[in-house]
């Protein structure tokens, strides 16, 4: 019996990372590249193509062992044709991926959007293995999610559950990119935590930030954990808006594991302890006595496994 | 053949309403009793099993004809077991009522708490029929609600899910009932509606509200049909909170319907309008160009005919 294969593919606006498994799950090769998207849809997919025959000659793969690929792409997916209807990233407009992809290797493949797959991946290999009812949420320039119900991604209606980042929690907050208004992505994104910290400095003479030539939100964290008053009470906002929303859900779909990722979620207990705090208070009790808020741990292999997960189960999951 | 039922019974906080249909769900007979739970779970639950035999009588219908007993209940509900953990309404704590029931009639019989099951009676039998991720909310002197998923109660890790009435709206808001403060329950439910509008009648000395002894969500809602300005504005606000809580559900779960019921929804339109303005100005467009929302159809039969669907399904919904 020959072995078989997984090869799960991540597709960012900055990078491609491809990543091939055996049956297990275990990674045996992975190949990154840039997407250099303003090259149009069919050089990055031909390049997508040529990661997928790298990381099969690293691994001594045929195509034939290839049991199916599985894809994560940013942007809203049309995942019963495998198709990227829009992706603002990547300036793409129905490109037809999964039809691309089996063109080319005749290998089964699945698509999913970028948020739902980082939670699969965690649900399936990191920080969220166990967990029936999961909700994963990543915090960096943008505020996303992933919902695993039931141990499978609910994506809803239209395919486009899991958008918690335009979660309302201040009706009268500031404007969002989606055009609403208090959403928590544009109070609790990375960009906000700087543009928050920025916007006080003045009141904050002796702040650390002020020494920084540049301020983003890695700076904030930097500042505040060297003591920086400012620097800590812009956190602690932060994580107060990020915890109310994160108990709204808790209230709404009663889940056992919270998995906070992104590169924001890098700041570690500093976000993570007044996020719990919210949650606890906020909360219905007996559910956030039943609930875990814990970090993800997959990092930047999380959208190669999810990917991988994603083909495990012949999308259906 | 002998003909088969099924059997749906309500038992709520002041009336317990039973019902029995037959396999089409056509409602053959029905019977409502006041609880007068100040008599304890052992009177109130021999009561419940006499609605059941006059139900079967009524219908001509032998025990042994009845395929299934579905039961709703208010409060927390261990669904695996049957049993009520606690109910405020009813002051139950730990009542084993699938047990109970069982051991009378010697028929199967399933429990699930009163939100879910409405939602699931509007799914199956009223508004939402044909619905596959549908949103049940009710307003009235709380708010709660009833998610359906996939055509399917979602119950979450501990079977409490939907408890969208503790939705956080505006984090700095009038402290809830639950502990917590902002919940949509605490700006938007029935006696929300009513205090706002008794705190601004000091500025509204012409208002019509002026004339009535008491005011009740019920009063602001009439004054508000024949024009009355502050009554008009308070159900305004309530709508606003309301549509911005619906507005993140629908960003979570991207669901295709909406139903509103509970006795502030009777106010219909007058409430409903600028409900569907306010998601429409929140949610991200396409997932509420995708989405309908509409009064609940079932009214008070809304507890049998749900508790009927769950007998249908011999719970596994």
Redesign the interface.
């Known amino acids: 019996m020959t072995n078989k294969y997984y090869i799960g593919l991540d597709l960012g606006g900055t990078k491609i990372a491809t990543g091939i498994t055996d049956t297990n799950g275990k990674l045996l090769a992975t190949v990154k590249i840039p997407t250099q998207a303003q090259d149009g849809y069919e050089m990055v997919t031909r390049r997508m193509g040529d990661t997928i025959e790298e990381v099969m000659q690293k691994s001594g793969a045929n195509a034939s062992d290839i049991i199916a690929i599985g894809v994560c792409a940013p942007g809203?997916i049309d995942i019963t044709n495998g198709i990227v209807r829009g992706s603002p990233n990547l300036k793409w407009h129905n490109v037809p991926l999964k039809k691309i992809i089996e063109e080319r290797f005749h290998i089964p493949t699945y698509l999913d959007n970028d948020a739902n797959i980082a939670g699969l991946g965690e649900n399936r290999f990191g920080a969220g293995k166990g967990s029936?009812?999961m909700l994963y949420m990543t915090v960096s320039t943008g505020i996303g999610?992933g919902?695993i119900?039931d141990g499978k991604i609910?994506?809803?209606?239209?395919?486009?559950?899991?958008?918690?980042g335009?979660?309302?929690?201040?009706?009268n907050g500031p404007r969002c990119g989606?055009?609403?208004?208090g959403c928590v992505e544009a109070l609790a994104s990375g960009p906000a935590i700087a543009r928050t910290a920025k916007e006080a400095l003045i009141n904050y003479p002796d702040s650390l930030l002020n020494s920084y030539p540049e301020i983003t939100a890695k700076e904030v964290a930097e500042a505040a954990r060297k003591g920086d008053q400012l620097s800590i009470e812009v956190i602690n906002k932060a994580a107060?808006?990020i915890g109310?929303t994160l108990?709204?859900?808790v209230?709404?779909?009663?889940?056992?594991l919270i998995v906070i990722g992104g590169g924001v979620s890098q700041m570690g207990d500093l976000l993570l302890i007044p996020i719990r705090d919210e949650v606890r208070?906020?909360?219905?009790?007996?559910?956030s006595e039943?609930?875990k808020i814990v970090p993800a741990e997959l990092g930047g292999d999380v959208g190669v496994m999810g990917a991988i997960a994603l083909a495990q189960c012949s999308g259906e999951v």
Chains 1, 2 share one sequence.
């Open positions: 809203a029936k009812h999610g919902i119900l609910y994506r809803g209606a239209t395919f486009g559950a899991g958008e918690i335009h979660i309302t929690i201040n009706m989606c055009g609403n208004y107060g808006y109310a108990a709204n859900l209230n709404t779909l009663n889940p056992d208070k906020r909360a219905i009790k007996s559910f039943n609930l």
